[in-house]
C-alpha cells in the first residue's frame, strides 16, 4: 500500500506474518528534484520478497528517473545500479507515465515497458517503443529509435 503524505510516499507493507502495520512503513527516498508517478513491485533479485521499482519525473516532467529498492522489514536501500545502467533522461516535458512489467520481447523473461511516453521521447508518429530488456544479468535500456 503507498499512501501520498505531502509529496512523500509513505510505503506501508504487510509484516512478517502477512499482517499491514503501519509500524513498518517508510518513505521512499527520492530527491526533491523527482516527483513519483508509478511504482511496481517485483522480486528482481528472488529471495521471495518484490523490491520497489518507482518512475519519476524529474525537474517537473523535464525528464525521468527509474529507481529501484530493496526492502527486507527492518530497513530498505536504492538498488538501481545493480539492475539498470541507463534510468534517466533530461528534455523539455519528456516523461513516462507507466511501466508495465512484463515479457515484452517474448524471450521467456520478464522485461520492463514504458507505457505513456511524453516529449522527446514520443517518437514515430508515437510509436515510439522503450523497455528495459532482461538481459540475465541487468535491464538494458531499448528503444525503436
Ligand atoms: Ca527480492
Ligand atoms: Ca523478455
Do not use: C, P
Not at 499512501?3 to 499482517?19: D, H, L
Not at 530498505?76 to 507507466?98: P, R, V
Amino acid at each position: 500500500m503507498v499512501r501520498f503524505i505531502f509529496g512523500k510516499q509513505r510505503v506501508f507493507t504487510k509484516n512478517k506474518e502477512g499482517v499491514f502495520d503501519r509500524q513498518i512503513g517508510f518513505n521512499i527516498q527520492t530527491d526533491n528534484t523527482l516527483q513519483f508517478l508509478d511504482i511496481d513491485f517485483f522480486d528482481f533479485d528472488e529471495d521471495g520478497i518484490k523490491e520497489i521499482l518507482v518512475m519519476n519525473n524529474k525537474h517537473t516532467y523535464n525528464g525521468y528517473y527509474l529507481k529501484l529498492y530493496k526492502f527486507n522489514f527492518e530497513s530498505y536501500s536504492d538498488i538501481t545500479g545493480s539492475y539498470f545502467d541507463e534510468t534517466q533522461y533530461d528534455g523539455e516535458n519528456s516523461w513516462i507515465k507507466w511501466l508495465h512489467i512484463f515479457d515484452y520481447d517474448r524471450d521467456g523473461d520478464l522485461d520492463i515497458l514504458a507505457d505513456g511516453l511524453f516529449g522527446d521521447l514520443n517518437k514515430n508518429n508515437g510509436n515510439g517503443i522503450i523497455y528495459w530488456k532482461n538481459t540475465g544479468e541487468k535491464f538494458v535500456r531499448t528503444s525503436n529509435f
